[in-house]
């Protein structure tokens, strides 16, 4: 079990990635699917228990989302993830019947402080928006999201009297040099004309490919006869996450954008603009607007993540007997027979994991 801020990591992650490598021109959808199945088969409540209540239509948001990132990105979900996700919304609902006030304004402020991170790695808030649109979710269902599993973390943190101190997160920041090595970064512009249909992704038509590339060249020429490359990028590129925006792009590292992309914004100096890029997306022009020479990153800056990052450890260790704890406490029930079901027989293969990790241990270790 997995006690962090899961459903949304999934979502923002998801979004990030996809935004980032110019995957999203073909996650689309025409309708929210699960809007879609409560018109016809309503809204069942799937988990009661004392003090709330979880709809399918809660459960199936998440999953729907998630599924369009991973489809996005070429990925498949593991089978048991929607009763994983369904797991991670109970935990969550059990801690907030717990959480004190205190607990929900440090939630809410992790919450601010992560929501405004995230809409940084977009163009602009309306990119961010259409790419929150496209898993069919707003704003505020995201926001809402990640500030229930923060007060819900900091209700567990609470519980379980989880602290990390300076000299903990100073110690790990010296073991780990690899871990805070910032790679080079790269900052671009780039018009895309694309070759494949963006809703099935099959290849366009023979002449239909070679007239793109007929254009794109115009395109180039024009760039480097002194026409603005932001200016034709708004006019002319059919990458709609960057297109309002000139082309504009986040910064980004190796392994982020598909290989032939990658090998030419790496090798182009700031303010150079690239030869004709092919890619399975299509034709692409690249402005490389400044390079971030790579660098190890302070520790006043990592100190906050390597603070989380050694509180979860120890919420790994200690959660799981809690919560389910706490789960029994509050009569959690659920009621769809398969969910229910498949819930168990996650939970039958976590406890045996568990007790095959601790008959593995060599005598005398706590760890």
């Given at each position: 079990?997995k006690?962090?801020s899961?459903?949304s990591?999934v979502?923002?992650a998801?979004?990030?990635s996809?935004?980032?490598?110019t995957?999203?021109?073909a996650a ?5 699917p699960?809007?879609?199945m409560s018109?016809?088969?309503g809204?069942?409540?799937?988990v ?5 209540q979880i ?18 990105a ?8 929607t009763?994983?996700v369904l ?6 609902q ?14 809410t402020?992790?919450?601010d ?6 809409v ?13 649109k ?10 809402a ?5 923060a ?20 110690a790990?920041?010296?073991q ?5 090595e ?14 494949i ?8 038509s023979?002449?239909t ?11 180039r020429?024009?760039?480097l ?30 392994g982020?954008?598909?290989p ?7 090798t ?12 399975v997306?299509?034709?692409h ?7 971030t ?22 919420i790994?260790?200690l ?9 029994a406490?509050?009569?959690v ?6 969910l229910?079901?498949l819930?168990?027989?996650?939970q039958?293969t976590?406890?045996?994991e ?5 008959a ?8």
């Amino acid at each position: 079990m997995k006690i962090t801020s899961f459903v949304s990591a999934v979502l923002m992650a998801g979004l990030v990635s996809s935004q980032a490598a110019t995957q999203n021109l073909a996650a689309t959808t025409n309708a929210n699917p699960e809007t879609a199945m409560s018109a016809l088969f309503g809204d069942p409540v799937v988990v009661k228990a004392d003090g709330f209540q979880i709809k399918r239509s809660e459960l199936d948001q998440v999953v729907t989302g998630a599924r369009a990132n991973a489809a996005a990105a070429g990925q498949q979900l593991p089978s048991d993830f929607t009763v994983s996700v369904l797991d991670q919304l109970i935990t969550i609902q059990s801690l907030l019947q717990t959480a004190t006030p205190a607990d929900r304004v440090a939630g809410t402020q992790e919450a601010d402080v992560l929501f405004t991170n995230l809409v940084k790695k977009f163009p602009s808030p309306e990119a961010f928006d259409r790419q929150l649109k496209a898993v069919g979710m707003t704003v505020a269902d995201l926001r809402a999201k990640a500030v229930q599993e923060a007060v819900a973390k900091a209700a567990l943190k609470r519980e379980l009297n989880i602290n990390t101190s300076d000299e903990d997160a100073k110690a790990y920041y010296n073991q780990h040099p690899a871990d805070f090595e910032q790679p080079e970064l790269v900052h671009a512009r780039h018009i895309l004309l694309m070759t494949i249909d963006p809703e099935t992704r099959q290849p366009l038509s023979t002449n239909t490919v070679a007239s793109k590339r007929q254009q794109i060249q115009d395109l180039r020429k024009r760039i480097l006869a002194g026409e603005d490359f932001a200016t034709l990028a708004k006019e002319y590129s059919e990458d709609r996450g960057s297109k309002e925006n000139g082309g504009e792009l986040p910064e980004f590292s190796r392994g982020q954008m598909v290989p032939e992309f990658e090998a030419a914004a790496f090798t182009l100096s700031s303010n150079q603009v690239s030869e004709v890029v092919t890619t399975v997306f299509g034709f692409h022009l690249i402005k490389v607007l400044d390079k971030t020479p790579a660098k190890r990153i302070d520790f006043a800056t990592a100190e906050p993540e390597i603070k989380d990052g050694l509180a979860r450890l120890k919420i790994s260790k200690l959660a799981p007997d809690y919560v389910k704890k706490l789960r029994a406490g509050q009569h959690v029930e659920i009621t769809d027979t398969n969910l229910k079901a498949l819930d168990e027989q996650m939970q039958a293969t976590q406890a045996a994991e568990a007790a095959a990790a601790a008959a593995a241990k060599p005598a005398g270790t706590n760890n």
